[in-house]
């Protein structure tokens, strides 16, 4: 292995392992401002770092802190508290392991060299998937049956009963799927999804599948114990569930598993059923052959979109305070002038590119980037749905769930393999 | 196995094992203060413990787990069966039918039985 290909599969790692950290800050924020949003009222605003509040970004920040200065209890009641100790580690732990196969971008050609843009580049990556989504469950049914309360025992089994009820239509919904893509590596997956259908539809998943997009959103709600399939934590019955005993670090890490799972089944929805990381209508090899254009325009677009973003900034931003020499008068404009001093910075960037550059290994990183850029959105937006339904939709009783999973989602799964089955053998 | 899939695999897996030791950081700044109270079972605030934490629990769950067992399995079989449908062609499609059919007939039985009636 050359030096280059170590560079790369060091980087490769890192965006695997910290991009869902780094979102779990930005999902509990947007949890937070959603469900202010939704409901009509501020969410956290006031916490800040010398008038700096980004938008209440800084009140996880203070919320980290405060977890980490709690005080660590195992309460005494507990016997075997190896398995109170590794519950938690073991939910965050899988979470983060199901992000490996995910691609974020398109295969890097540089040179003679090619580059899976996967964290691992493993080839079964949806069987990845499923085992160690499945092992997400020992995790939840240790924490439960470990603390020894029988909230903790009820949560852990319902948790449990609940994972693997939709597991079985997550994994049907997924069969009709593999049928039509014809292969289980999620790089060839997110390939396929850069053609397009009859010349101008791309050719997404939620297109060719959509009775299977439904089920499998649903089961991976379900999966993720997110409302409306919360009932492993419902508060009004059961207190907290299974990590009804657990407080400071030991809390934080089952509430940052969660939070992956969430990013990491919104990553794996995109990548099977909204196009992964491509940009609709241009495919990867259009992208490279046309650079040049790519880049001029972007040149134009970004200032245009950060004057609307300075300007919706400046609009959400109160400058007047009723202390004169308040330091969050000043915040709007920090944030302004970092906004362009960021696009006259990635001006320049482009600017060099285009001269210097432009042809060759440039044009094929500056389509990653834009390739990642692409899949985070859509991530993000898909993390926004599960925001979304959570203050939306209330949460169902418990026969309720497990009717839906056995009597309405499978044979629903089952149905939608039987039609996908016929179309594809009746086509080929 | 390429050494390529080897050392991301292994870096991959390390960084993931090693981030949940974050968790000690509490125990290094954290307080520490004993107390009844704290040692005892969390019951929203009642002081005296209600009900053991090993009571028994409804039969449903162990049927859950065995009929999940059951149509896991099916599955399993059935994903090799997809990737490779075009390939197999009508009579590939026929054979699954015949054991989709099969399964649904048990699930069906299990329905009329009620077995995930849960009142």
Redesign the interface.
């Known amino acids: ?1 050359s030096a280059l ?2 560079l790369i ?2 980087l ?2 890192a965006f ?2 910290f991009v869902p ?1 780094s979102f779990v800050a930005v999902l509990v924020w947007m949890e937070r401002r959603g469900a202010a949003f939704f409901q009509d009222r501020a969410g956290p605003n006031r916490c800040n770092v010398y008038g700096i509040r980004a938008g209440g970004l800084i009140q996880n920040l203070a919320d980290g802190i405060k ?7 195992v ?3 507990i016997q075997h508290k190896l398995y109170f ?1 590794l519950a ?2 073991l939910v ?2 899988t979470a ?2 199901c992000f ?1 196969v995910i691609p974020f971008a398109d295969v890097l050609v540089l040179g003679d060299r090619e580059y899976v843009m996967q ?4 080839d079964v990556g949806i ?1 990845w998937f499923l085992a160690v989504v499945g092992f997400g469950v020992y995790g939840i049914i240790l924490a439960g049956w470990s ?8 949560g852990g ?1 319902r948790a ?2 609940q994972v ?2 939709y ?2 239509p997550m ?2 919904s ?3 799927l ?2 039509v893509y ?3 590596d999620l790089s060839a997956i997110a390939q396929y999804q850069g053609q397009l259908l009859f010349g101008f539809i791309p050719a997404w998943g939620f297109v060719l599948q959509p009775l299977g997009v439904i089920i499998f959103i649903v089961a991976a709600f379900a999966e993720t114990n997110r409302t409306p399939f919360d009932l492993a934590e419902g508060e009004s019955e059961i ?1 907290a569930g299974y990590h ?2 657990y407080s ?3 809390f934080a ?1 089952f509430f940052m598993g969660e939070y992956v799972a969430m990013f990491v089944s919104s990553a794996l929805i995109v990548t099977l059923y909204f196009g992964s990381y491509q940009i609709p209508w241009l495919s990867t090899e259009t992208l490279v052959a046309h650079a040049r254009p790519v880049v001029i325009l972007l040149m134009i677009g970004l200032p245009v979109i950060a004057y609307f973003f300075a300007g919706w900034i400046k609009k959400n931003n109160r400058t007047h305070y009723y202390r004169a020499d308040d330091p969050r008068s000043r915040e709007t404009a920090i944030y302004v002038s970092l906004l362009w001093s960021l696009v006259v910075v990635l001006e320049v960037i482009l600017l060099i590119y285009l001269i210097f550059a432009a042809g060759g290994a440039a044009d094929r990183i500056l389509v990653l980037l834009l390739q990642i850029g692409s899949f985070l959105i859509k991530t993000f937006l898909m993390c926004f749905v599960y925001v979304w339904v959570r203050w939306t939709l209330p949460r169902f009783r ?2 309720q769930l ?2 839906i999973g ?2 309405k989602m ?2 629903l799964a ?1 149905l939608n ?2 039609i996908t ?2 179309i ?2 009746s086509f ?1 | 196995m390429s ?3 080897v ?3 292994a ?3 390390g ?3 090693a ?2 030791t ?2 000690v ?3 290094v ?5 004993g107390g009844e109270a ?5 019951e ?1 605030g009642i002081t005296q413990v209600v ?5 028994k ?1 409804s039969v ?2 162990y049927l ?2 065995i ?2 067992l059951i ?2 399995i099916e ?2 079989f ?2 090799p ?6 390939e197999l ?2 009579f ?2 026929i054979e ?2 015949v054991f ?1 059919l099969l399964l ?1 007939t048990g ?1 069906i039985y299990i ?1 009329k039985k009620g077995v ?4």
Do not use: C
Not at chain 1, 67 to 73: A, G, N, P
Not at chain 2, 51 to 55: E, L, S, Y
């Open positions: 292995m290909d170590i599969i060091l490769r790692v695997g392992a950290l977890l980490i200065f709690k005080e660590d209890i309460p005494g009641h100790i938690p580690m965050f732990i983060l392991l490996a964290a691992v580049p493993m069987l603390s020894h309360n029988k909230y903790g025992v009820l089994l449990a009963a693997i009820s597991e079985i994994g049907l997924l069969v009709s593999l049928a014809g292969t289980v207190v009804v005993e400071s670090m030991k890490l418990y026969d497990q009717k056995w009597e499978l044979p089952l393999i039987f089955g016929a594809i053998v080929s | 050494a390529e899939l050392l991301s695999g870096v991959f897996i960084l993931a094992l981030i949940p974050i968790m950081l509490t125990a700044f954290g307080p520490r203060s704290k040692n005892a079972p969390y929203s009900g053991m934490a090993d009571q629990f449903k769950f859950l787990a009929l999940f149509f896991d599955a399993v059935m994903y069966w997809a990737v490779s449908l075009r062609g009508v590939g499609f699954m039918v989709i649904l699930l329905l995930l009636n849960w009142r």
